[in-house]
Nanobody, 120 residues
C-alpha cells in the first residue's frame, strides 16, 4: 500500500503564490509519474502538472507559465510552485502517483486533497 501526503495550500489573494508538496511512502519499487490534479465538487478532474521518472513534465493549458512542478529534496516527493494565482484556480488539489512494483504491475494512488482558495 502507498500513501500520499499533501501539504501546502490555503488562502491567498489573486496574484499571489502558493507551494504544494506531496510525499509518497509505503511499498514502492519505483514511481513512473507523480503530480497534481484538481477537482471541484461536481466538476471534471483536471490535470494540473505531472512529472515522469525521466523528468519530463506536462501541464494543464491554463497552468502553463504560472505553475512549476519539481522533484522534492527527499525521495519520492514532488512540489508544485503556483504563481500568479487567479480566483479560477480555487479548487481541491490532489496528489497522484503511478507506482511500479517489482512484479511489473502498476497502480495509481491519490492523496486526500488540499484546498487552494484564491480571493479576488
Amino acid at each position: 500500500q502507498v500513501q500520499l501526503v499533501e501539504s501546502g495550500g490555503g488562502l491567498v489573494q489573486a496574484g499571489g503564490s502558493l507551494r504544494l508538496s506531496c510525499a509518497a511512502s509505503g511499498s514502492i519499487f519505483s514511481i513512473n509519474a507523480m503530480g497534481w490534479y484538481r477537482q471541484a465538487p461536481g466538476k471534471q478532474r483536471e490535470l494540473v502538472a505531472i512529472m515522469t521518472s525521466d523528468g519530463s513534465t506536462n501541464y494543464g493549458d491554463s497552468m502553463k507559465g504560472r505553475f512549476t512542478i519539481s522533484r522534492g529534496s527527499a525521495k519520492n516527493t514532488v512540489s508544485l510552485q503556483m504563481n500568479s494565482l487567479k480566483p479560477e484556480d480555487t479548487d481541491v488539489y490532489h496528489c497522484a502517483a503511478q507506482v511500479a512494483y517489482s512484479s511489473g504491475s502498476i497502480a495509481n494512488y491519490w492523496g486526500q486533497g488540499t484546498q487552494v482558495t484564491v480571493s479576488s
